[in-house]
């Protein structure tokens, strides 16, 4: 089966098929009891196909208003072996105990507000030799690390014929930390209008659907968790030709977060393997 014919069988997103693909690769779910952070894979995909023992979805009930995919956990697919709670990942991971072969989260910690939480209490949640898998993006300091999905309005359409994707309503892959949230009102108000800049600028720095933390907060917060074995690799980096062209504004944030330690701005997400 090829990859398009698999994504196509189960409904899933280029993304969602190639994270899972690799899950996979990784770590045989056979027989296994699966904990699903922040979505709710298909069961006939994970039950079914993979055979997987048990799977569970937690994803919060604010977020999954924000989604429109199939990662919606459906009452309809509820059973004994596949079960979801709409719910905080950090509530969950408190009253959940040694329950779970492996922990799977793809696009989801990114979102995650009390994150440093979840991460001590994961470990919490696997049996012995459980392990913890995640490939998550953007960050916030990788491109685009806003996290902004609305797409442009109709009433820009016409003069905007070129506009193909979300990620061509922004000047620089990095406004949101080379601009004040005020600069950032005034400069997308004069490219659109003053109603749409307010969205932009409300969902890049207000909202509480991302959490805003840079790869080496992810690096410190994976440090202190208490897994016995980490592999934690920075993904999708921005590609040498696209650095070249960018060099100024990458220059320029290396400048202005340099008393943060900061200096990584080209990885757009992370890939982890925990072992407990």
């Given amino acids: 089966m090829t990859d398009l014919e698999f994504d196509t069988l189960f409904e899933l997103s280029p993304h ?3 994270f899972f693909r690799e899950f996979m690769r ?3 779910i056979r027989g296994k009891d699966i904990l699903e952070l922040g979505g709710a894979m298909p069961r006939k995909l994970v039950l079914d196909f993979c055979q997987a023992n048990s799977w569970t979805c937690v994803q919060s009930e604010e977020y999954s208003k924000h989604r429109s995919d199939n990662q919606q956990p459906s009452q309809s697919d509820s059973s004994a072996g596949y079960r979801f709670y709409f719910t905080q990942a950090e509530e969950f991971c408190e009253e959940h105990k040694q329950k779970y072969d492996a922990v799977f989260s793809i696009a989801a910690f990114e979102h995650f507000l009390q994150l440093p939480k979840v991460f001590r209490l994961l470990p919490n949640l696997l049996k012995p030799e459980g392990v913890l898998f995640s ?3 953007p960050i916030w300091s990788g491109p685009y690390g806003q996290h902004f ?3 442009l309005p109709e009433r820009f359409k016409a003069s905007n014929s070129e506009f193909t994707g979300t990620q061509q309503l ?5 406004d949101h930390l080379l601009l004040s949230s005020s600069q950032y009102l005034h400069r997308y108000s004069e490219k659109f209008d003053r109603e749409f800049a307010e969205l932009l600028t409300y969902e890049t720095f207000h909202s509480p659907q991302i959490n805003r933390l840079f790869l ?3 690096r410190l917060i994976a440090r202190d968790a208490n897994f016995k074995s980490k592999i934690l690799v920075p993904q999708f980096i921005l590609p040498i030709e696209l650095q070249e062209f960018y060099r100024k504004q990458l220059e320029t944030l290396q ?3 340099k008393t943060a330690s900061y200096d990584d701005f080209i990885s757009a ?3 982890l393997f925990f072992t407990k």
């Fill in 16 to 18: 969602q098929g190639s």
């Fill in 26 to 28: 990784v770590y045989d």
């Fill in 135 to 137: 490939i998550f993006a």
């Fill in 149 to 151: 999905t609305h797409i």
């Fill in 170 to 174: 922004f000047d620089t892959p990095w």
């Fill in 216 to 218: 080496d907060d992810y």
């Fill in 255 to 257: 400048v202005k977060f």
């Fill in 269 to 271: 997400g992370v890939y």
